[in-house]
């Protein structure tokens, strides 16, 4: 199973590799990872950016909270994201229309 560290560092190779998945996307998400193992990430798609870094953004756009065991678990498929919102196993804060474009970032 995968770090944080190397899921984000796959997000970005990924959104430099196929830039079309966030085309028109013009946000920042912030990811607070939480847990042992947790951290904060952040994804910024604003003016044509693809920078993902560790860290927090004043002034996200869409803020997502869950568990480390949570998001691994979503990202290796075993857990359907929008499941988990329904569970209460994620937490949104911001714009949920952008929240509903999270697959394109995460997938």
Do not use: H
């Not at 990924?14 to 990872?33: C, H, L, S, W």
């Amino acid at each position: 199973m995968p770090t944080i560290a190397e899921v984000f560092a796959n997000m970005s190779a990924k959104m430099i590799e196929t830039p079309d998945r966030v085309a028109g996307i013009n946000a920042v998400y912030q990811f607070v990872i939480t847990g042992d193992a947790g951290a904060e990430y952040y994804v910024n798609l604003k003016d044509g950016a693809k920078e993902v870094a560790q860290g927090s953004f004043a002034g996200a756009n869409c803020t997502v909270t869950m568990s480390t065991e949570d998001f691994l678990a979503i990202i290796d498929g075993s857990l359907n994201a929008q499941m988990a919102f329904l569970q209460g196993k994620v937490k949104i804060a911001g714009d949920m229309g952008l929240a509903m474009k999270l697959g394109k970032i995460l997938g």
